[in-house]
């Protein structure tokens, strides 16, 4: 079997004190180009962000000479990957732009060309990012072959070919199939929870199936460091027994003939096909590496509260994309980020009140208390539940629909049992650290004022003792509303946080053609059509896991639609900006349950959240006949 390797080097990921650096290039880097030397039969693939590669240049000038003979004399190829190591599907399209130009410029300047192969950062994969690798000159894309539906995984075709992925075939570019089950057992062997028979019967069992693979391509950090106690390093025994394992394994396996060492560009040229695929669908709009746990939610909604890491870097954003800003969004500030890491975050950033001018927040001016609970103009019409929280019980646009497109389906419209509850629009869940559920489904005042532009109705709740004010403006002129969210928090430690949820009317829409649409990382909206699918991002992966995954929406804007009709979500760019999480699936006499929850917390092993004090975030919903 023909094979070659990825080693992912990154000197700046997110619990590496910047002291420790020489000694990750000490105890991985040079080790890993000294197999070299003792191995003649070996190639390796190497990718760095372009920084990781300025960094060692100035670190460790040495070690780069040498992999740079290595490159010359065909025995090492770099892989690129950008100037940080960004998670593209949940970052803006002129970040990611900029990432790959200030990435390609570099690498120009260092290595003296431009890579050929792109490494997809996080094995974050969405189909829409292969058009913008291949404007940058790329010919092909790593990502993880076990992050592909079960359809496309157990297809020939695909698993031992690089097969061309993208949304559209003339624009895009080959995969090289990286493989999170190879790279994983390969760091069994080096850490001895498996021997060397079982590690090569592991292989002779694939070469039965496969014709390539990639035989590592995780971190190259793992092998012989780790980031955690003093100095940063295994103990001596312990990196020199690493490594003798590995040697070993690797001059086992080529003596045996069991697998060819080629370079990634080698491989490409071998299995290159012009079969085009879309690698994504509905389910899975974004591939990541290894399991479930590693959804793009890590990366947007968990970790150090990232929602505001995200609205942060983006405010920060002016027409010149500069190299800080292209840092704010690296990835490596997003997982598990020390303090010190967090406070060289905020250090970047400009005081907010430099962008913005600050305003005046009087909630209760000029409105007045009312009983009523049904407003309307010429284009929107609302109908409120002050029982609960001021939901939203019926949303109208009457010049794109007579019919309500949101609102609150009632215990007993769903016949299947575990959709038996009320279903509401407009309203906040949140599950504290020690699974505490809360929601604003409280009995509520409505207050109300106008101007020439909007009917505005302010409604006064809480979430636990945490102050809450949702102001709604309809307007005049157009068929939209404006929601405005206004919490003021005594130390809220979120699990999750969702605000608003709103519950789709499945009556009010065509269940064969809804779809949604949202970008991912690029300028392209990608649409998926829902019907028959099950999309379950809201649910729990495990219990400290609480998603599946989220949408892109890198452009501020969410649309779901049917064949006349669409519903446009903008989020204020200026404000926070949540994710969006769907539930979709298809019910009895073809109906279908659908609930949009936007986040700003979501959970896993990387998470910490606190909440305290003022915070304010909005959104539009606009609608238009197609």
């Known amino acids: 079997m023909n094979v070659f390797t990825a080693f992912h080097c990154n000197l700046h990921y997110s619990s590496l004190p910047p002291e420790y650096l020489p000694n990750a290039i000490k105890y991985s880097y040079e080790p890993i180009i000294k197999l070299l030397e003792i191995n003649k039969k070996l190639k390796f693939g190497i990718e760095m962000p372009a920084t990781t590669l300025r960094t060692l240049a100035m670190l460790n000038p040495t070690l780069l000479t040498e992999i740079l003979l290595h490159i010359k004399n065909g025995r090492v190829e770099f892989i690129g990957s950008g100037y940080e190591q960004i998670v593209a599907p949940v970052t803006p399209h002129r970040v990611n732009r900029a990432n790959l130009r200030q990435g390609n410029a570099l690498y120009k300047k260092m290595l003296g060309k431009i890579p050929d192969i792109v490494y997809v950062n996080e094995q974050a994969y969405a189909d829409s990012l292969m058009k913008l690798y291949k404007q940058f000159g790329y010919k092909a894309a790593i990502f993880d072959l076990e992050s592909l539906p079960q359809k496309l995984l157990t297809n020939p075709q695909i698993y031992n070919y690089c097969p061309l992925g993208g949304t559209e075939k003339n624009s895009a570019i080959h995969t090289l199939w990286n493989s999170s089950v190879y790279f994983q057992k390969m760091q069994k062997y080096l850490r001895a929870d498996i021997t060397l028979a079982e590690y090569i019967q592991f292989l002779k069992q694939q070469n039965k199936v496969k014709a390539y693979s990639c035989i590592y391509g995780g971190d190259t950090e793992n092998i012989g460091f780790k980031p955690y106690g003093l100095g940063g390093f295994i103990r001596p025994q312990q990196y020199k027994d690493i490594f003798d394992r590995l040697a070993n394994a690797l001059d086992k396996i080529t003596s045996l003939k069991l697998v060819t060492f080629r370079l990634p560009s080698e491989i490409l040229k071998l299995y290159a096909s012009n079969n085009f695929y879309h690698f994504c669908q509905v389910d899975q709009p974004v591939l990541v590496k290894k399991q479930e746990k590693y959804n793009i939610s890590r990366w947007s909604l968990a970790g150090r509260s990232n929602v505001f890491l995200n609205t942060y870097a983006d405010n920060e954003l002016s027409k010149n994309i500069s190299e800080k800003n292209v840092h704010l969004w690296s990835s490596d500030y997003r997982t598990f980020s020390s ?14 009140q430099k962008k913005v001018k600050p305003k005046t927040l009087d909630l209760f001016s000029d409105f007045k208390k ?10 929107v019409e609302i109908l409120l539940d002050p029982k609960k929280g001021g939901s939203i019980q019926k949303l109208l646009f009457p010049k794109v629909s007579s019919k309500s497109l949101i609102g609150t389906l009632k215990q007993g419209f769903y016949k299947e049992k575990h959709l038996a509850a009320d279903w509401f629009s407009n309203h906040a869940i949140t599950f504290t650290s020690d699974d505490v559920k809360l929601t604003d489904l409280i009995p509520a005042p409505i207050f109300t004022n106008e101007t020439n532009k909007t009917k505005e109705c302010l409604i006064g709740t809480s979430l636990g003792t945490h102050e809450v004010w949702k102001l ?5 002129e157009t068929a939209s509303v404006q929601l405005h969210y206004y919490y003021f928090f005594h130390d809220l430690e979120p699990k999750s946080f969702r605000c608003p949820i709103f519950t789709l009317i499945p009556k009010s829409w065509d269940t064969r053609t809804i779809y949604v649409g949202s970008h991912f990382g690029t300028k392209e909206l990608v649409t998926y059509k829902l019907f028959p699918y099950t999309i379950n991002q809201d649910e729990l992966v495990s219990p400290n896991v609480t998603s599946h995954g989220c949408l892109g929406v890198t452009e501020n804007k969410l649309v779901i639609g049917d064949i006349d009709k669409r519903l446009v979500f903008t989020f204020n760019q200026h404000g926070l900006l949540p994710k969006p999480l769907i539930h979709f ?31 304010h975030y909005s959104l539009s919903i606009s609608a238009s006949k197609n």
């Not at 303090?339 to 907010?352: A, G, T």
């Not at 699936?585 to 998470?607: C, K, M």
Request: aromatic fraction near 20%; charge should be positive.
């Open 339 to 352: 303090n010190h890491r967090l406070y060289s975050f905020f250090s970047h950033i400009k005081s907010p």
């Open 585 to 615: 699936e298809p019910t009895e006499n073809n109906d279908f349950y659908f609930r949009l929850y936007l986040s700003i917390a979501e959970s896993d092993e990387t998470s910490h959240h606190f909440f305290r004090g003022f915070l």
């Open 472 to 476: 709604i403006k309809l307007s005049k």
């Open 370 to 379: 009312v009983r009523q609970n049904r407003f309307k103009t010429p284009f």
